[in-house]
């Protein structure tokens, strides 16, 4: 993106492109970098970006509440022990615990990153 490499914002984020919801992504870093992360709460963008790399939503167990378990992308590594779980469910848990995630697009040498975590809104 010619021109708007400096912007604070996330328009070079793929994932917020192809989601049109650069407005939705917040970079993490000052100067666009190759490993540049960002954080973004909007759900068409966090599932094309994990949709873009074989990704599905997940958790780990469930809580002794009941409220679910940990979320995670997946990426269908059979030695994994999660459990896949639909979309929608996922992003309830999601918007239920005030989540944001976080990712990257590229790795510090150009390759394609799974980098992902997810954080609270509050931090």
């Known amino acids: 993106?010619?021109?708007?490499?400096?912007?604070?914002?996330g328009a070079a984020s793929a994932?917020?492109?192809?989601a049109d919801a650069v407005d939705e992504?917040?970079?993490?870093?000052?100067?666009?970098?190759?490993?540049s992360s960002y954080t973004t709460t909007d759900h068409d963008v966090?599932?094309?970006?994990?949709?873009?790399?074989?990704?599905q939503p997940?958790?780990?167990g469930d809580t002794e509440n009941g409220q679910g378990g940990v979320l995670r992308i997946e990426f269908r590594d059979p030695d994994n022990?999660?459990?896949?779980?639909?979309?929608?469910?996922?992003?309830k848990v999601f918007d239920d615990r005030k989540l944001a995630f976080v990712y990257q697009e590229k790795t510090s040498?150009?390759?394609t990153s799974r980098f992902n975590k997810f954080v609270s809104r509050d931090s």
Do not use: Y
Request: proline fraction near 2%; charged fraction near 30%; avoid cysteine.
């Open 58 to 60: 997940a958790e780990v």
């Open 81 to 91: 022990r999660l459990d896949e779980v639909d979309w929608e469910p996922f992003f």
């Open 25 to 35: 992504v917040e970079r993490n870093t000052k100067s666009q970098t190759t490993a």
């Open 46 to 55: 966090i599932r094309a970006w994990a949709e873009a790399r074989g990704g």
């Open 109 to 111: 040498d150009g390759g």
């Open 15 to 18: 994932a917020a492109q192809q």
């Open 1 to 9: 993106m010619a021109g708007n490499s400096d912007r604070a914002d």
